[in-house]
């Protein structure tokens, strides 16, 4: 019988800035060294027969960080856009940006919609970039969607429940995340996917983003495998199910 796999992973890319400040280089240089590995993991996930693959690239809190920092980051994602989708497209591999576009520059959101339209028709793997995105920036916008509609007449305030609430979501046609990973140690989720990762199996490695490989991803699915998921259930009664 063949291992469990998730089909929707999740990854908390953390550790770029303390990668390149141990080995005392600017931090742009240790956020191209983990463009490197976001390389290798998008490939070692559709490898592995993951269906969906989330990323967080930048949360709607890294606005904060130093403005060269901040437009350094802005130039790879757009160097990111223009040159790693044709690859992508070339791999059947679907792009989806999740977030709040409006705070990129238009240069940006045009190259994030011709990625888009150039994968949409692909049926191999979804790969989704949260980019200026916050989990619940994207609870919040579903709410107002459901309040608009309770405004209009068109739902009743008691008619609201989880199946609702999750058809307000941004991302409602993705599976909820079966495996979060994320790198460096650091054990939080930093407002990333709140809504669906109700249920997720939480991985923490200690390798920092840029030494995160195909290799350490395949150790945080073995330890996927391992994992009883119960659901609200007791362990015994998932052991009846599958005996």
């Not at 979804?126 to 007449?153: D, K």
């Amino acid at each position: 019988m063949s291992e469990p796999r998730p089909s929707h992973v999740a990854i908390i890319m953390d550790g770029n800035n303390r990668w390149a400040k141990a080995r005392g280089l600017a931090g742009v240089r240790g956020h191209r060294a983990g463009a490197e590995s976001v390389r290798n993991v998008v490939q070692r996930a559709a490898e592995q027969g993951i269906d969906t693959l989330s990323l967080f690239a930048f949360s709607s809190e890294n606005w904060k960080r130093p403005v060269t920092e901040v437009n350094a980051l802005m130039e790879l994602f757009l160097m990111a856009l223009k040159r790693e989708v044709k690859k992508l497209h070339s791999n059947d591999i679907r792009l989806t940006i999740l977030g709040d576009r409006r705070g990129f520059s238009h240069a940006i959101q045009k190259q994030i919609r011709r990625a888009e339209a150039l994968t949409a028709d692909n049926t191999g793997m979804h790969l989704i970039v949260a980019a200026n995105y916050g989990g619940q920036w994207e609870i919040t916008c579903a709410a107002r969607r459901l309040a608009q509609q309770v405004a209009e007449g068109s739902l009743a305030p008691d008619e609201i429940d989880e199946n609702c609430m999750n058809e307000a979501m941004d991302m409602h046609q993705v599976p909820p995340v079966d495996l979060c990973i994320r790198t460096s140690g650091e054990q939080r989720l930093s407002n990333f996917m709140l809504w669906q990762l109700a249920y997720a199996e939480l991985y923490f490695s200690p390798l920092l983003w840029p030494d995160f490989d195909a290799d350490a991803f395949d150790q945080a699915l073995a330890d996927f495998a391992r994992r009883q998921r119960r659901f609200g259930k007791t362990g015994q009664q998932i052991e009846v199910q599958g005996a």
